[in-house]
């Protein structure tokens, strides 16, 4: 009962490790309902989560996690469960590993507008249609806007190359 | 003085847009020579498209694209996981800034993008409603 709290607690933490206040609070409510000392339920958690932290990197399964346990001391039926949340855990897990993998310059965001050139200095009338995208970019921790403007031709050559690219992509998954 | 003048006379074409022989013809004066007005008026219209369209290309804008890479690439590990086969979009956008600014020597500068599958799905939706809406407008 009480590992089965422990362990969805640490889950909650894993897949939403932004979370941190919350995990301690929940740590600190958990060892006060159970009348444990915080600081060694600490050391406890910290050592746990080696093994899940270990198993992602190394993508092992559920029996390997289950077996890692078991090795490490813990019960069977503490170890089956804990390798059960994994299973049902990990797919987001890893999801969010992947995530957390080296992008440079990751594209967050596109805008477009687009609209004709009625007339400029050179030219009273022109009625040329263009087209305005601006990219937001995350070079290292900030955010940079990009504006690039195209002509229609280009953005039908971009958007065909961009088809391909999908394709590429599909692919290899 | 003959140069500046020439030089207004074939802005003005240019900026009007004027393409008939009859209306470059009206903008000489009444007695002027009459064959140098009409090889001057064969010659302004032999050139005038040239002209306008390098006046289109040379308008203020905002930085223009003149060329776009890409390149596939699978990552297959990093420190958060050993092994993986994710693959991953990088697009090179060669950019030029306001040819009006620069003259004659255009700063051309690269950027190189990273896209997720994800972000290229949510691109090329966009893209395709860009698309839809040229055809829309195209079609009125």
């Known amino acids: ?173 | 003085q003959l140069v500046s003048a020439l030089h207004n006379l074939t802005r003005h074409v240019v900026y009007r847009g004027l393409t008939r022989a009859e209306d470059i013809l009206s903008l000489f004066p009444e007695n002027f020579h009459q064959n140098l007005k009409n090889l001057l008026t064969k010659i302004i219209l032999e050139n005038i498209s040239a002209w306008r369209n390098e006046a289109q290309a040379s308008q203020i804008s905002l930085p223009r694209l003149v060329d776009m890479d890409w390149r596939v690439d699978i990552k297959t590990s990093s420190d958060s996981i050993i092994r993986m086969a994710v693959p991953t979009c990088l697009l090179q956008l060669k950019i030029q800034e306001d040819a009006a600014l620069c003259g004659n020597n255009p700063v051309v500068s690269a950027l190189t993008v990273e896209l997720s599958k994800e972000t290229l799905d949510t691109m090329l939706e966009g893209l395709g409603r860009i698309r839809d809406q040229l055809s829309a407008v195209a079609n009125k």
């Open chain 1, 1 to 173: 009962q009480q590992f089965s709290e422990l362990t969805e607690v640490l889950f909650r933490f894993l897949t939403e490790p932004k979370e941190v206040e919350r995990f301690l609070a929940q740590l600190s409510d958990f060892a006060t309902m159970n009348k444990i000392s915080l600081g060694p339920l600490k050391n406890i958690v910290k050592s746990i989560l080696l093994v899940p932290n270990g198993a992602l990197k190394r993508n092992l399964s559920s029996e390997q996690v289950k077996a890692d346990f078991i090795a490490l001391g813990l019960s069977e039926e503490k170890a089956s469960y804990f390798a059960e949340q994994w299973k049902v855990n990990s797919p987001t897990l890893t999801r969010l590993a992947v995530g957390q993998t080296l992008m440079i310059n990751q594209l967050i965001d596109m805008e477009w507008k687009f609209g004709v050139t009625a007339g400029s200095s050179e030219l009273e009338k022109v009625g040329s249609i263009f087209l305005q995208l601006k990219l937001v970019i995350k070079k290292g921790s900030q955010l940079e806007n990009v504006y690039v403007e195209l002509t229609l031709p280009q953005f039908y050559s971009f958007l065909h190359e961009m088809e391909r690219v999908k394709t590429s992509l599909e692919s290899f998954s």
